[in-house]
C-alpha cells in the first residue's frame, strides 16, 4: 500500500483530511454560497450534499485519466469542461427524478460548476494522483461538505420550523424563530458556528 | 415609457431588494476575503461589476439566439462558464494592452472573477426571471454588478471600523463577517415591498 | 506552418478529445432523460390541481389557446385545463400570476364546471416573508376563496366584513396586505378575462349568475 512521507497510509490520510483537518465549508471557507442557500432546511441540504459528492468522484475520476496529457495553458479550461458537464449532468438526473427538490435549489445546482472545493480538488489532488486515490479523496470531501452542510441545516430547520426533515421535534409552544430561513438567519448560523469551530480548535491546541 | 418603467424598477430590485450577496447569497467567498478596506472593497466591485454586465449581456445573447433556437439547452451550462471564462480572459488582455493604469488597479482582482459564483449566478438568474429582451439582460446584470459593489463598500466601512473595536477571539476574521453580512441582510430586509 | 499546426495539435488534443466525450455523454444523458422531464413539466401544474379538485379524473389542456392581457398591460397565452370525470367537466384549472411583495406569486386556481364559483387556489410559487406574506399558503387564507362567486372580490381587514357580501369579501392576512392583496388582484384582474373567453369559445354557458 502507498504510504505518505510520514508512513500513514495515504487513502486513510485522504479520508481524515476530506472530512475533518480541511473539511470545505468550515474550515477552508470555500463552497460558502451554495451553503447558505440550501441549508433552511435538511432535505435540500442533503440533496446539494449528494449532488456534490457525484460530481466530485466523477470529475475527480475524469481528471486523474487526463493527468498525463494535461498542459498549462488548458488546464483549467478542461477542469470546468468536465466540471460543467457533470454538474450538466446532475442537474438533469434531479429534473428527472426530483422535480420538487430541484425548484427549490433552482439555480444552485449549476453553481456547483464554480464551487470552489470541485477545482481545488481536481487542482491538489486528481491532477497528480491515480484513479482509486482520486476517488477515496472526492468521496471525503463529498461526505465532508455534507456533513457540514448537515450541521447548519439542523440548526436553521430545527430552530426555524421546529421541524426536521418536516417532523416536528420541539414543542408546539416552541415559537419558531422564521429568521432562520432567511438570509439573517443563514449568515447568523453560519458566523457562530464557524466562532464555534475556532474557539474548539484554539481550545484544543 | 413603459419600457424605462421596467427597466427602472428592475435595476432598483436587483439593486436593493433582491440585491445579489444578501437575499441570493452570490459572491460571498470574494466578500469575506476582500471586504477589508475600503479601497480594495471599490475595486473589486467595479471588476465584478465590468465583468457581470459584459457576461450578462453575452450569456444572454448566446443563450436566446443560439441555444434556444436550436434547442441546445443542455449544454447551457457548459457553454454559460465557458463564455464567462474566455470574457475575463478578453477583458484582462484588452486592458493590459489599451488602460494599464486601470488593468493596475484592478490587479489581481480579474483572474478571481472566473470562479466568483456571483458572475455564473447572475447569468442564472437572468435565465430563471424569464429576461426577454436584450436591453433588460444589460440593466439587471449592470444592477447586479452596482449591488454587489454597494453590498461589498458597506462591509467594508464597517470592518474598518471593527479594527479598533474589541472583537472575542473566537470571532475574529471570518465569523464577525459574517454575523455582520446578516445584520445587514436583516437592514436590507426592510427594502422589500418599496415598489 | 506545419510546425505550429503540429505544436497546437499537440497542444489541445486533450481539449477536443475531452470536449467530444463531454458532448456525447450531455447528449446521451439528455435523451435519455429527456422524456421524463418533460412529463414532470407537465405534471408540476395538475398535481396541484388534483389537490384541489380531487374528483378530477384528468386534466385536459384547451385545444385553443387562451389569450389574456397580463397585469402590466402585455398580451399572454393562459394556460387553461378542462378538470374531466368520464368525460364530464367537472372544473377549470388555471394559473394566474400576482406581484407580491418580494416577487411575483404564482398560482393554479380551480372554478367549478360552470366557472362561477371558485373551487379553491394553491400556491406554484411564492418568495413571501415567512410567517406573514407566506400565509396566504395556509388553509385560513386559502379556505375563504372555496365558494367565493367569480366576479370582484373585495378584501377587507379583519372584523369590516359585511354580512350580506360575505361570499366575495376577503378578510386580509393580519400583517400581511400587501400578499393578500396580491392574491385578490390577481384573482380579479384573471378571472373575468378567462370567464369571458371560455364564454367565447363556448365552453361555458353564457347566463351564469356570479
Known amino acids: 500500500m502507498a504510504t505518505t512521507p510520514d508512513g500513514q497510509n495515504v487513502y486513510a490520510e485522504a479520508v481524515a483530511t476530506g472530512l475533518w483537518r480541511e473539511i470545505p465549508v468550515f474550515r477552508m471557507l470555500l463552497g460558502t454560497c451554495p451553503t447558505l442557500a440550501v441549508t433552511a432546511a435538511i432535505k435540500p441540504a442533503l440533496t446539494m450534499g449528494l449532488c456534490v459528492i457525484f460530481v466530485l468522484v466523477c470529475s475527480n475520476i475524469m481528471v486523474s485519466l487526463m493527468r498525463k496529457g494535461l498542459r498549462p495553458h ?18 438533469l438526473f434531479l429534473r428527472a427524478y426530483q422535480p420538487v427538490m430541484s425548484e427549490a435549489l433552482g439555480p444552485y445546482v449549476p453553481l456547483i460548476i464554480v464551487n470552489c472545493v470541485i477545482i481545488w480538488r481536481a487542482e491538489a489532488r486528481a491532477s497528480n494522483s491515480g484513479v482509486l486515490l482520486s476517488i477515496v479523496d472526492g468521496l471525503a470531501m463529498g461526505v465532508g461538505f455534507t456533513i457540514a452542510l448537515c450541521v447548519l441545516a439542523t440548526i436553521r430547520e430545527v430552530l426555524g420550523t421546529g421541524c426536521l426533515f ?20 443563514a449568515f447568523l448560523t453560519f458566523g457562530l458556528v464557524l466562532g464555534f469551530i475556532s474557539y474548539v480548535s484554539r481550545k484544543r491546541s | ?16 431588494i433582491n440585491n445579489l450577496v444578501f437575499t441570493k447569497f452570490l459572491g460571498i467567498c470574494p466578500y469575506i476575503g476582500v471586504s477589508g478596506r475600503i479601497d480594495m472593497a471599490f475595486g473589486m466591485g467595479l471588476a465584478v461589476t465590468f465583468v457581470m454586465t459584459l457576461s450578462g449581456t453575452l450569456t444572454w445573447m448566446i443563450d436566446h439566439w443560439l441555444l434556444m433556437p436550436l434547442n441546445l439547452e443542455v449544454a447551457r451550462y457548459v457553454a454559460f462558464i465557458m463564455v464567462i471564462a474566455a470574457a475575463v480572459q478578453l477583458v484582462e488582455m484588452y486592458l493590459k494592452k489599451f488602460f494599464p493604469p486601470l488593468y493596475e488597479s484592478f490587479g489581481i482582482f480579474l483572474p478571481l472573477i472566473t470562479t466568483n459564483c456571483a458572475i455564473l ?33 458597506i462591509m467594508a466601512g464597517i470592518r474598518e471600523n471593527m479594527q479598533m ?10 465569523p464577525i463577517t459574517l454575523i455582520t453580512a446578516g445584520l445587514l441582510a436583516l437592514a436590507f430586509m426592510g427594502f422589500a415591498g418599496i415598489i | 506552418m506545419l510546425d505550429s499546426l503540429k505544436h497546437f495539435a499537440r497542444e489541445s488534443w486533450l481539449l477536443v478529445v475531452a470536449s467530444v466525450l463531454c458532448g456525447l455523454l450531455l447528449a446521451a444523458t439528455n435523451a435519455a432523460l429527456g422524456p421524463r422531464i418533460e412529463v414532470n413539466k407537465a405534471l408540476k401544474l395538475t398535481s396541484l390541481a388534483g389537490g384541489l379538485l380531487p374528483a378530477a379524473q384528468a386534466f385536459a389542456p384547451l385545444s385553443s389557446p387562451v389569450e389574456v392581457k397580463g397585469l402590466g398591460g402585455e398580451t399572454e397565452s393562459a394556460a387553461v385545463f378542462r378538470a374531466t370525470t368520464d368525460d364530464q367537466t367537472v372544473g377549470w384549472v388555471f394559473k394566474v400570476v400576482g406581484s407580491g411583495f418580494a416577487d411575483k406569486i404564482e398560482l393554479v386556481v380551480a372554478a367549478d364546471a360552470s366557472f362561477s364559483k371558485l373551487v379553491g387556489y394553491d400556491v406554484v410559487s411564492s418568495s413571501e416573508t415567512p410567517g406573514f406574506g407566506d400565509q396566504i399558503k395556509d388553509a385560513y387564507y386559502r379556505n375563504q376563496f372555496t365558494g367565493a362567486p367569480v366576479g370582484q372580490l373585495s378584501l377587507v381587514g379583519l372584523g369590516a366584513a359585511k354580512e350580506q357580501d360575505i361570499d366575495s369579501t376577503i378578510v386580509a392576512i393580519s400583517g400581511a396586505t400587501i400578499s393578500s392583496t396580491a392574491v385578490v388582484q390577481a384573482m380579479n384582474h384573471y378571472l ?9 369559445k363556448g365552453l361555458i354557458g353564457h347566463g351564469n349568475n356570479p
Open chain 1, 74 to 91: 488548458v488546464r483549467i479550461l478542461l477542469f470546468t469542461l468536465t466540471i460543467a458537464t457533470f454538474v450538466t449532468i446532475a442537474d
Open chain 1, 166 to 185: 418536516e417532523i416536528p421535534v420541539l414543542p408546539k409552544a416552541f415559537p419558531a424563530w422564521a429568521a432562520m430561513g432567511m438570509p439573517v438567519g
Open chain 2, 1 to 16: 415609457m413603459d419600457l424605462l418603467y421596467v427597466l427602472l424598477t428592475g435595476f432598483i430590485s436587483v439593486v436593493l
Open chain 2, 121 to 153: 449566478g447572475l447569468c442564472l438568474f437572468l435565465v430563471v426571471w424569464g429576461t426577454s429582451t436584450l436591453i433588460e439582460a444589460v440593466v439587471l446584470s449592470f444592477g447586479g454588478g452596482i449591488g454587489f459593489t454597494i453590498a461589498i463598500c
Open chain 2, 165 to 174: 473595536v474589541d472583537v472575542p477571539e473566537s470571532l475574529r476574521g471570518a
Open chain 3, 192 to 200: 373575468p378575462q378567462l370567464k369571458d373567453q371560455l364564454q367565447q
